[in-house]
Every structure is written in structure tokens, then in C-alpha cells.
């Protein structure tokens, strides 16, 4: 009203003026430029300027509700109002002093904005990467959280300073603290500390521990993040210790106060009323991300994941019921993972056994980042096949051998799982078994950095810099996610194309607009082709077709895991990798159909090693494999990896996997046992198998050896001998090796 007055005036003043009476253009200009910004002011900022006396009167949110694929619901993020507000007399000192200290340690030498303060948090933050507290004062982000929106704009922010000057104004210090203390959200359904402290600790604030008050602290900054009960349990952990780090610079506490609330356990109250919760979660973190946290936690949205609640129910009690029957194998964990890899939808996931279990159940692991043993082997194979460095009949020699490294560091012997050796072995059934010398072998012939370089192509996002590895990596020597090793698997399932994995199909906000819609031709389909599949090619059909008809292979694992496995499921072409990491920290499964890809997981949260039985990967996470993948691809038609265009078959020497001597395909003697083996077109080999050659002998030692070796008791001898352009091995001098082989 004030400002529609003054208008009024000024214009009165420039355009009724007397007859006759001229004023220059520049007259104009000086009034009507401020005029323009006065009326400019008015309309974005000063005109819908909501009034703090407007604080303390809350309004109700409305609920985002969370909801499985066919419209079950799987949560309310916000179920009902839950607010209790307090006054600060009845909030203890240090809940008000650790609140201070994480968000706004000048609040009571301020008036509401803390520009200097502000701006050079902001500097250092930029130029340390390092997540400190936040630029605005207390006092914003109480006028922010009330009174705004959660839009990051100029003109949002010019209000936001504008309203928190005037808040100053009008409300003495503890009031403003009050205030916030009463109106911020802590996540879920908790706004203000009263129903925080009820939600997360089932207390009143007035009996909050140090302990306590510094994680609640920690909450209002990103509730979603910081949640024990979100995605990352672990980072409440550590936003804990940065709150009692920052009330000790601030000599509310003393350091011995700090390390005593910090190493104090903490009680959850125990939630419910959620459906596949480590689910809901990992959705939840996408939606705040998006969307913000004001309108994911009040704003009503509707929300279709990719989820099948049936299938998930069923793998949270298998997990639980197989990881029960491994407490005697020092395990006390697990998790599963099920997508549809044509599309990545999420169909099942489970995160750990029971995430309402005490003290870490809301852990979850298929977001962590664990070792993946001997289930990265197939994407090191990939490449090699790929760049035509070898095929599936590619002869290794699996022996004892140790490579060099760089100066100073100490070389690299890496053994079998079984501590066994086979001699020549051929690359479907190096992969099939997973011995590891062969694999090693491959990897040095590929090079780490062409490893890493693969593996951010098949989405392993977390290998980036390749000198951080060495030749283990092929045995799961770095850290990856079980979602980016679903994807990863999900490029040979979906013959060479990556499709990321996705949890959300829709959303839409509370007057019904749709906000997002995911849409792709493959959704709801069977599989039975590759033929729609869009996405970014990794390798080419060929190559993802060999590895996959290498996987189903039963006969090509029978050495290591025996005819009827876990991994075997009778009358299905199902692709599977097992993996254990040498420390016996992690054990894996992971399988495939072009229709649906299983991964498994069990171990312990706190990385201690299992039980050696569980070594070989049959024994641990297969068996909850198996029954995850027998009822997803129950009343699904058998579908083969589709073998392309590129793909030809040949019979090749089951030794060396070179071509028969005699090449008369008719003959009843080839001249070597023969087996039948698929290639990429160009790459048949076209070398006949030769065993007999002249070679140089250590009598002493029996070992082949150079010609001109000083010194050396030798003899020339004629031996069947094979080469994998690494090793020589004898095969009828009826030794065993003793020594291994060293390669720089």
C-alpha cells in the first residue's frame, strides 16, 4: 500500500504539469530509471515478501508417498504432522551449543547476516573441497526453512537477506534460536529437536546426551544425507565427530568430552512402517538430489519405482534365512541386488539382513564399496577379447610366477584359491574355474591402465586412476559398488550395451503434473533379443557373446566347482561369476539372463574376515544366488545369449588350442584330441599344433633354460613343449615345478 502511494505521488508530480511548461528528455531519464527500479523492486522482490511475524505458526506438509511398480505402497516420507515445540528453557545447553557450532558460530555477534563470515566459508570451502558449514546464518535458515522456498535464486536469496535483517528486528537472540530449534527439519517426519530426539531416540530433548544432541546437530544441513536411518548410515557417524570437533574449537567441550561422546554407542529407536527400506532410502537420496529436501519431505509428490515388491520380499527372507545358516562360517552379513538389464530397473534390493537390526542393519551394502574378488575377471577377458590379444581357446600356462614391479616395491606371486597349479589350461576354462595365475597373465598383457580405462566404460565408476593398481586388480584388488558391478555385468546381458541401473519411474507432484517420466521401448518386456536395446556400445556383440556363453558353460567350471554347483540350474543358459577376495573379507555371486541379472553378497560390515570354507564362492553367496535367480526366471521363457553375425565355430586341439595336425577334418586320428570352440570371425587360429621341439635342459634342475646359461649342467632334448608368450612348459618331462617363473 505504501509503495502503490508514493507511485501514485511521483506520477501525479512528472505528468500533470502545468500548460505550456517543457521539461528536457534528460528530466525524464532521472526519474523514470529509479522509477523502473523502484516498480522492478516491488514486483520480484518486496510483493509477495511473506511477513516473519508469520513464524511459529507451522504449516501441515503433505505427504510424498513412495510406491512399488505396480502401486503398492512402500512408504509415506512424511506419514502426519509431528512437531512438539519447546522453549528453549527446556532445551539443554549443549544441544543449543552444538547447533551453534556446526551452523553458525558468530550468531549471537551477527544481525542476521554474516557476510564476511559467509563468504569466506564459502572460499574455503571452494578451495579445500571440503564440506563446511554452511554460508548462511541461523537466522537464514530459519527464515529459508519458514518462510521461502528452497529455489536457488538471486531473488530468493536477496529476500532471504532482506527477511532475516527484519527477523533481528523484531525477535531478541534466544527467541530466533527458539525458533529455529522449534521449525527445522531432522528428516522423515521430525521438524523441530523435540521430535527429533523422539523420532531418532524415542526421548524428550531435555534428556539428550552429548552424544545425542551432536548427531541431531548435524541433521538440519542435509537431513536425507546425514540420516542414520538413510542410505549412508555411516555419515552421521562422521558429521557426529565434525559437530563435538567444532564445539571443542569453541571451548563448549573439552577435548576429553568430545572423544567420550564420540566412542559413545548410540540406541536407535527402532522405525517401521516402511517396505523395502534400503530401497526406499537409495530413492529418497535420488529424489532430495533432484528435488530438494522441502519438497521430497512436504510436498506431496507421488512417486512409481521400479520395484517388485513380491520378488523383494522373497530375497529379504532368503538373505536372511542363508546368511543364518553361515553364523558358524563368521559371517553376519548379506545383501542382493536384482535388476532387469535391458532397461536397469531396480527390481529387488537388499541391503543388509534387517535394517532395523541394532546397531548397523541400515547399512547398505549394494551401495558401498567392497572388493569384488574374482567377479571383475570377465571384464579384464572382455578386453582382451576384444582387442583380438586372445580367444577363448588362447592357451595360458598356470604355473607358479611372480612379475615385477616398480623399484621399491615387492614383486607380485599370486596364487590359485586352492594353492593347485594346472599346467596349459585354455581361456574358457581359466575363466570358468577363475584360476588365478591366467588371469594375471591377461591383465599384464592388457595393461592396468587399459583395465581402468575398460572399466569406467562398463560403468565400474569407482577405478579411476590406474596408478593406484597393480596386476591384482584383476583378482579385486580395488573397490567398486555392487550397483556399478550389476551394470557392468549387464553389458554382456545385453550384448555389449551398458544400461545403467534406474529406481524411479515417475513422479508426479500434488496437483497430478508429471515431473518426470522414464521411458523406454524394453520396458515391461521379456527379453528375447537384443535387437531395442539403446545405450552406449563397451564391446561389441562378438565379444559379449563370448563371455556370456563362457559363463553358462557347466563343463568349462567343472575342475573348480564340480558338475552340480550352486551355479548350475538344471535346463537354463544362465551366465555366472563367483568372486572372494583373498583376505576372505568379501564373497560374491553374480548371474545373468538377457531377461535378469542376480548379484549376491555376504560378509561382515566391519570387514573382519570369514571362515577359509567359504573360499572358492560356492558355499557362501551362491546359494542365495541360486534361489534368487531360479524365482526371477520362474515361467520366463530359456533364452541363450543371442550368438551374432561375427561369431564362427572351429575344433581346435584341446592342449593348446591351436589347429589339428592333420587337417583333414574327416580323419579318424587329427592328430590331437579336439574340441569344438567359438571365435570372432578373423581370429581361427591358424597355427597346427607342433608339441615335439628341441630345447636346452638343466639336468640339475630339470628346468628348460637358455641356450648359453654360464655355468649350467645342460643337454639338448627333444620334449613336447608349449608357449603361452609368457612361460614355456614341458609337458612330458613329468616334473613338478618348484620355482617360479619371473617376469619383469
Sequence with gaps: MIFRTQIKRIRTALFQKKPGVKFPPVFYAFWIVPLA????????????LPSPTKLGRYDIPIATKIYDRSGTLLFDIFADQNRTPVPLSEIPKHVQQA?????????????GVNVIGGLLRALVADVTHRQLQGGSTITQQLVKSALLTSERTVIRKIKEIILATWVEVLYPKDKILELYLNQVPYGGTAWGIESASERYFGKNVRDLSLAEAALLSGLPQAPTQYSPFGAHPELAQMRQKEVLRRMTEDRYITQG????????????????????????????????EKYGEALVERGGLKVTTTLD??????????????VAKLKNYRVTNGAALITRPATGEILAMVGSVDYFASPSGNFNVTTALRQPGSSIKPINYAIGLEKH???????????????????????????????????????RMALGNSFNIPAVKMLYMNTVTDMVASASAFGLTTLKDPSLYGLSLTLGGGEIHMTDMAAAFGVFANGGIRRDLIAILKVVDKNGKVLDQYKDPNLGKDMMSQLLIQGPRVVSPETAFLISHILLDNNARQAAFGPASELYIPNRAVSVKTGTTNDLRDNWTIGYTPQVLVATWVGNN??????????????GAAPIWHKLMV??????????????????????????????????PNAGDRGCATRFEYFIKGTVPTERENLKQTVVIDKDTGDIVEPNKPGANVETQEHQIVRDGISVWCLDCQRTVEKPVFIK
Aim: glycine share 6%; charged share 20%; net charge negative.
Design 309 to 322: 515388491l513380491d520378488l523383494q520380499e522373497y530375497a529379504q527372507s532368503t538373505v536372511a534365512a542363508e
Design 257 to 288: 568430552q568430545a572423544d567420550e561422546a564420540a566412542n559413545t554407542p548410540i540406541e536407535y529407536k527402532q522405525t517401521s512402517g516402511i517396505k523395502a527400506p534400503h530401497f526406499v532410502m537409495y530413492v529418497k537420496e535420488q529424489l532430495v
Design 99 to 111: 547447533t551453534i557450532a556446526i551452523e553458525d558460530k558468530d550468531f549471537y555477534k551477527h544481525n
Design 37 to 48: 527500479f523502484v516498480l522492478l523492486s516491488y514486483l520480484l522482490i518486496f510483493k509477495d
Design 606 to 619: 566391519d570387514n573382519t574376515p570369514m571362515n577359509p570354507y567359504l573360499v572358492s564362492g560356492v558355499s
Design 631 to 664: 524365482r526371477a526366471i520362474t515361467g520366463q521363457p530359456d533364452v541363450w545369449p543371442k550368438q551374432p553375425d561375427g561369431i564362427v565355430g572351429a575344433q581346435v586341439c584341446t592342449t593348446t588350442g591351436l589347429l589339428p595336425p592333420n587337417p583333414d
Design 389 to 427: 590379444i586372445v580367444t577363448p581357446a588362447t592357451m595360458f600356462i598356470d604355473e607358479p610366477t611372480c612379475f615385477g614391479s616398480s623399484p621399491g616395491q615387492p614383486t607380485y606371486c599370486p596364487r590359485n584359491y586352492d594353492g593347485k597349479f594346472r599346467g596349459p589350461v585354455q581361456l
